[in-house]
């Protein structure tokens, strides 16, 4: 059965890529020191090298960043509860504006940690039975506060159709939020976002396999073999071009002047660990039509995906 729970949210008012084209070069190239054929391997691993180096020097710069910030933010919220004296409207408000890019702050740092624990191949995927519906009805609960104060609706729709299964609740919270995040930012205030979860038959063919009669096809729709999770809402939508290109590192919609103040990692890191799960993520939307961003995980995750770098999610 499919209910409707409103006790921890707001009350209910009555693809494929662009091609680049190539230019060919103007200048000459002669004088370019490119790696010859035979030094091409030692090339790339001094590059990978590089790489992880700043990769981590980043993140350790991002962690050192994480202790002050939580001490200064520590002292907005003692400032705000009055308990060192009574505050003007004024300053009021000038804490509030602190408070809220203290946390944008904190949340640009987290990002970071976390990709940069994708990218080096740390993560570590840890399985647990449990209800996803407890899951999704706890993050609804500490998101609505917020939601509503930018006028905002937020709905949950259990099902009790889904069974328990393995899953990691920690990592299955954290694209949850990033896209309650990305649905919070871009819904215009009056706005509504749906999360909701189902069963879901995932058929995973692979070029062995033969199709599946029209019989055995009937037969399997009952007895899915994962859980679809889904967040809607009533946005502006996105470009069919731009379905894909949302969920890589950095990326930003061309023009789009309220993700200005993003890292276009929310997505990325969704992506990255939803496919660490053994899962499949996706979006559907049209300009001025809102978004649907759905992922899928199987109930019985394959055998060794516990053990798979985030690294390796990085294939579509």
């Known amino acids: 059965m499919t209910n409707w729970q409103h006790s921890t949210c707001l009350p209910e008012e009555g693809g494929t890529r662009d091609e680049a084209q190539s230019v060919a070069p103007t200048t000459p190239t002669s004088d370019v020191d490119l790696p010859g054929a035979d030094d091409l391997p030692q090339a790339y691993h001094r590059l990978l090298e590089r790489f992880r180096r700043t990769t981590n020097a980043l993140a350790s710069a991002a962690h050192d960043l994480k202790t002050p910030l939580s001490i200064l933010n520590g002292y907005v919220e003692l400032l705000q509860s009055e308990k060192l004296g009574p505050l003007s409207p004024r300053q009021r408000e000038v804490l509030r504006d602190m408070q809220t890019s203290g946390q944008r702050l904190q949340n640009f740092i987290q990002d970071f940690l976390t990709f940069s624990v994708l990218e080096t191949g740390e993560l570590r995927i840890r399985y647990d039975g449990g209800d996803i519906n407890t899951c999704l009805s706890e993050l609804c609960r500490l998101w609505s506060s917020r ?19 393995p899953f990691d609740s920690a990592k299955v919270e954290r694209v949850i939020s990033n896209l309650l995040e990305n649905a919070f930012k871009y819904t215009p205030a009056g706005g509504t976002v749906w999360l909701h979860a189902e069963p879901y038959m995932w058929e995973r063919r692979s070029v062995s396999q033969p199709s599946l009669s029209g019989e055995r096809r009937r037969q399997a729709v009952s007895h899915p073999n994962s859980v679809k999770v889904s967040v809607s809402d009533t946005g502006p939508g996105i470009a069919p071009e731009y379905h894909l290109e949302v969920f890589d590192d950095f990326f930003r919609v061309p023009d789009d002047e309220s993700q200005a103040d993003g890292m276009g990692l929310g997505l990325a890191i969704a992506r990255r660990l939803v496919h660490a799960m053994d899962g499949k993520i996706w979006v559907e939307s049209e300009p001025g039509a809102g978004s649907k961003f759905s992922f899928l995980l199987p109930f019985k995750p394959t055998a060794g995906a516990a053990d798979k770098a985030a690294g390796q999610g990085k294939s579509r």
Do not use: C, H, M, S
């Open 147 to 165: 939601f509503q104060e930018r006028g905002l609706a937020l709905y949950f729709l259990a099902n009790d159709k889904v069974p328990t299964f």
